[in-house]
């Protein structure tokens, strides 16, 4: 008899505990410092600690193609303006995924209804296809890596007893950087440094459900 209550004293917690796993898939709109607005979507996955805190985690996927007017100006002070070939130069097409660790606060705002704050930090991987210097009409790829970080706010609608909607506007920060080289007209090597600041605003919306 106590091998049995200890296997229910056991099983009853990870029951209980399975329960309370969610996830949620969000999308919507995110404007980043380097780039015009592009679409962004994402997954969140995580469990609730009790029903107003939860841990989880989170990973998004951001692509956008942009012209980098920092870089063209760059060009532009070094090598002397020529416009069209410096804006081919710096043409950069990108692939951002943050993925973070984060936790949410709710609370009940209505019948059905609840405000919550979310935050997270992590790290943000850019995979990043640019024009060569030298040979602009040839693409080179590139990864770069930076710490980030997200602060957001939301209002979810339960749509039934394991199932919400969700509006989410949200703050992210970040800014990954590299280093490459480009020879000018002379002959000398330049080294150039090309950061993408992709902090800025994103507007959601999405589902969240538990399980």
């Given at each position: 008899m106590k091998k049995y209550l200890c296997l229910i004293v056991l099983f009853v917690p990870a029951l209980a505990f399975a329960q309370l796993h969610m996830g949620g898939i969000k999308l919507g709109v995110f404007d980043p410092s380097a780039t015009n607005a592009g679409f962004i979507i994402g997954y969140e996955g995580g469990w609730a600690v009790d029903p107003n805190f939860s841990l989880g985690w989170s990973i998004d996927w951001f692509h956008k193609d942009y012209v980098d007017q920092n870089l063209v100006s760059q060009f532009n002070n070094f090598y002397g303006i020529n416009s069209s070939l410096n804006?081919?130069?710096?043409?950069?097409?990108?692939?951002?995924?943050?993925?973070?660790?984060?936790?949410t606060v709710n609370w009940p705002i209505a019948p059905r209804s609840y405000a919550y704050f979310t935050g997270g930090f992590?790290?943000?991987?850019?995979?990043?296809?640019?024009?060569?210097y030298d040979n602009p009409d040839n693409n080179d790829f590139h990864g770069?890596?930076?710490?980030?970080?997200?602060?957001?706010?939301?209002?979810?609608?339960?749509?039934?007893?394991?199932?919400?909607v969700l509006i989410e506007l949200a703050y992210h920060n970040s800014q990954p950087s590299w280093q490459y080289e480009g020879t000018d007209l002379t002959g000398h090597t330049r080294t150039f440094e090309q950061s993408i600041n992709m902090s800025g605003l994103m507007l959601r919306t999405g589902f969240r459900f538990y399980f």
């Open positions: 804006e081919l130069r710096a043409t950069t097409n990108l692939y951002a995924i943050p993925l973070m660790a984060t936790a992590g790290l943000e991987m850019l995979l990043i296809y640019y024009h060569d770069a890596f930076d710490f980030a970080w997200q602060l957001g706010a939301g209002v979810a609608y339960e749509l039934g007893p394991r199932s919400d």
